[in-house]
């Protein structure tokens, strides 16, 4: 039964990475043939002071976001996880960024921080007066705060879903026990949802590595190369400087560090033993 599904996954999966990693080797514009080029482009790729900020830069945003994202995330999924009419509906309200893509979300927000028509001159507040996007010490935070944004909603969804399945019953008893709240979240909740923190935390680590239309659309890498992350300077050395070469470079570089996350959390955590939630510590 499996067969079709490991079919499917080698076809469009494993063959390109093959194909990525292969190009990787040769220089090639996009139209012509395939040249070999040895190492040569993974050494002036590694030693580009571009790529090297870009590395940087999604470094910084893969801790920043799970940063902002992990808290905020696990407190609203604990809060909307509740019964009543209320947080129902303010659940509704958390959820409409699901409903909209990157990109119209991109293009919302650049509106909104335009330094001529935006909101900076809409209420006629002297602090929103900024260059969001131009000043390159703000651009790289107004991304990380539409990203937040943007994904906040779904890992908030996880763990209203991982908050609802654990049982009643050992709230119950530690309440009996005169458990304060903060010691049945600390006892019982975070070690319940301990696969799901596992779960989220791997899909923001590893998602912040795929960030590229919401960036692109917001500041196409600037100002300068202030928001160029590693996806955003592929496209860029790819589509606009035709070195697919380099390229495809990062783009195994990209694929490594991905695989290298996941596997990484799963073994540290414990999630790959599957052991059971259904106790407190």
Do not use: C
Not at 159 to 184: C, F, H, N, S
Not at 216 to 231: D, E, K, N, S
């Amino acid at each position: 039964m499996a067969v079709p599904a490991l079919v499917f996954f080698g076809v469009f999966v494993i063959v390109p990475m093959f194909g990525v990693l292969f190009l990787s080797f040769t220089n090639w514009n996009g139209l012509g043939s395939p040249t070999w080029a040895g190492t040569s482009n993974w050494s002036l790729t590694l030693t580009d002071p571009i790529t090297q900020n870009a590395m940087w830069l999604s470094l910084k945003v893969m801790v920043l976001s799970w940063l902002i994202q992990a808290p905020i995330s696990l407190l609203l999924g604990i809060f909307m996880a509740g019964r009543q009419r209320y947080r129902a509906l303010l659940s509704v309200l958390y959820f409409l960024p699901l409903l909209f893509s990157s990109a119209a979300v991109a293009i919302a927000y650049k509106a909104l921080l335009d330094p001529n028509f935006g909101m900076s001159n809409a209420f006629g507040i002297r602090a929103l007066s900024q260059d969001w996007l131009g000043d390159p010490n703000l651009a790289l935070f107004v991304v990380l705060f539409v990203i937040a944004w943007t994904f906040i909603p779904f890992h908030s969804l996880l763990y209203q879903a991982g908050v609802r399945q654990i049982p009643k019953m050992l709230y119950e008893a530690a309440m009996i026990d005169g458990a304060t709240a903060w010691q049945q979240f600390r006892h019982i909740t975070l070690p319940q949802l301990r696969y799901t923190i596992v779960t989220s935390s791997t899909l923001m680590l590893v998602g912040s590595l795929t960030y590229f239309d919401l960036i692109y659309v917001l500041t196409r890498g600037g100002p300068g190369i202030a928001t160029r992350t590693l996806p955003l300077d592929m496209y860029l050395t790819g589509f606009q400087s035709f070195q697919m070469g380099r390229a495809s470079v990062i783009a195994v570089i990209l694929i490594v560090v991905g695989l290298g996350l996941s596997l990484g959390l799963a073994r540290v955590s414990g999630a790959n033993r599957m052991e059971s939630q259904q106790e407190g510590s």
